[in-house]
């Protein structure tokens, strides 16, 4: 029988605030354990919350980015369970009204566009943290306590762990283009859980999910996945029952293991707060935030395919950060062939900005100075070789291309009398590559090339050497 699998996400959010959500402590990541805290979010006895309005203006623009239904009038909810890093023993949630209601994300899979159901994005407060020791005790730290999130759970509409990790990739360009969260997954301010279940192809319900959480890499989520998917198969192939459950990922091994039974809502007794009014959302500010909202990534990507005319790849890459995207238009303005600076964003720049560690804004060659460089090859001035020594210069030391070329005499050399004598000369000292050619050896016109490169520093026009080299020995 042919079985088909069916995976949903759940991706919690870390909102990028000054302050928690309901108190005004810090709210990013370090500090010294517990030096974060207050008594609100200690759940200290006779302490009120109060909601962050940034929070909320964060996790609305969200939403309208994820195409939900923006709920007017939403409420909180307490989401009851013991954990020693949950000091008020209860989770400040939303149930049945949450903030963002179905929405949808459209991701795009070997270059087709699919949409995937969006069912909910609500907010929460995160927990605080266990820390365990080597000799065997554990502390906790409540930093991490009422720090923003949103839960961003998709409809089970994902159908690979391939997709799944589109997904989580699309979402994660999203939140970021939108500035509302850094989605660091190794420092936890983008975290995974993954429900998969496998069903006969065709079938209208579905099969029984297991839920997989410990997921902290975009690998590990694929990985999990497809341990996950075979060990159901197997499962069924054999006649035997999967059971519903919460089952952790060991990265080490590549495999899940059960954790407990998979807990349902009900578990967890969820009453509304009374400590906190309900978020009523005022029709204009929601249109205002509406308006305000970035192109996206995806929209983006189509742009510059149909803009710059780049491949599906090119413009993938580019437009997948929001601060890379800008830079390449910022220079595109200025040069006559987006393709061949896109190569040169990806390549050049892309490989010296990760050997030095730096982000692209903080490249020491600016979008105009790679422009004019591009463009220099592009109308023949200098050949691509002497193009990457100015790049490393200009991205060592700064300076402008124009100049460096200028000053250190680099323009290439396309003029045909000039470039014949050299051809001459080569040809004279290398019989053997010569004989190679004329007996039919087509490579040893390669070698023969590299020799008046090689002769003229590198700054012959290549294309021209070609030419004359050849009608010279046909
Ligand atoms: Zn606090």
């Known amino acids: 029988m042919n079985y088909e699998t069916v995976i949903g996400l759940e991706v919690h959010v870390q909102l990028k605030t000054a302050a928690k959500i309901f108190c005004s402590c ?19 006895p006779g302490t009120l919350p109060v909601l962050n309005r940034k929070v909320v203006e964060l996790a609305v623009r969200a939403g309208l980015a994820l195409n939900c239904a923006v709920s007017g009038f939403s409420k909180f909810d307490r ?26 994300l459209e991701i795009s899979v070997d270059g087709e566009v699919k949409r995937i159901g969006i069912t909910r994005a609500h907010l929460e407060e995160d927990a605080g943290k266990l820390v365990h ?46 500035g509302v969260s850094d989605c660091d997954m ?70 899940t293991s059960s954790m407990r039974s998979k807990e349902e809502a009900h578990d967890y007794r969820y009453f509304p707060d009374p400590d906190l009014v309900p978020v009523v959302l005022e029709q204009e500010w929601l249109e205002e935030q509406r308006r305000s909202l970035p192109e996206l990534p995806l929209a983006r990507l189509s742009r510059f395919r149909k803009e710059y005319g780049l491949p599906l790849h090119d413009a993938g890459v580019l437009t997948a950060e929001r601060p890379l995207a800008d830079y390449f238009e910022a220079a595109a303005a200025a040069v006559d062939s987006p393709k061949a600076l896109s190569n040169w964003v990806m390549g050049e720049l892309m490989g010296k900005l990760n050997e030095a560690g730096l982000a692209i804004e903080e490249s020491p060659v600016p979008p105009g100075g790679l422009a004019r460089l591009v463009s220099l090859v592009e109308q023949g001035k200098i050949s691509g070789k002497i193009a990457k020594r100015v790049f490393a210069e200009i991205f ?20 045909r009398d000039e470039l014949e004598a050299v051809v001459e000369r080569v040809i004279g000292e290398n019989p053997g590559p010569v004989g190679d050619f004329q007996s039919g050896k087509k490579a040893a016109l390669g070698f023969l090339v590299g020799q008046v490169m090689k002769a003229t520093g590198g700054q012959a026009n ?12 046909s």
């Open 186 to 255: 190794e420092k936890g301010s983008f975290r995974c859980d993954a429900n998969i279940s496998l069903r006969p192809s065709g079938a209208p319900e579905l099969g029984v999910k297991a839920e997989i959480k410990n997921l902290n890499s975009f690998k590990a989520v694929e990985r999990a996945l497809e341990y996950e998917e075979s060990r159901q198969r197997g499962m069924l192939e054999r006649g035997e029952t999967v059971l519903q459950e919460t089952r952790l990922y060991n990265a080490d091994l590549q495999r």
């Open 79 to 104: 989401k009851n369970y013991f954990s020693p890093d949950l000091p008020k023993a209860y989770q400040i949630s939303q149930y049945d009204r949450p903030l963002n209601d179905s929405g949808r």
């Open 26 to 44: 810090p709210a990013g990541s370090g500090g010294e354990p517990n030096t974060r805290v207050c008594p609100v979010c200690l759940g200290l």
């Open 396 to 415: 060592e030391s700064g300076g402008d291309p124009e100049e460096i070329v200028e000053e250190q005499g680099l323009l290439q050399i396309s003029d």
């Open 462 to 473: 290549p294309k021209l050497v070609n030419q004359l080299l050849h009608s010279r020995l």
């Open 133 to 178: 020791f080597d000799d065997g005790w554990s502390g906790v730290d409540y930093n991490r306590a009422g720090i923003p999130l949103l839960e961003i759970v998709s409809e089970p509409d994902l159908r690979s762990p391939r997709e799944a990790g589109e997904y989580l990739k699309e979402l994660r360009s999203v939140m970021r283009y939108l």
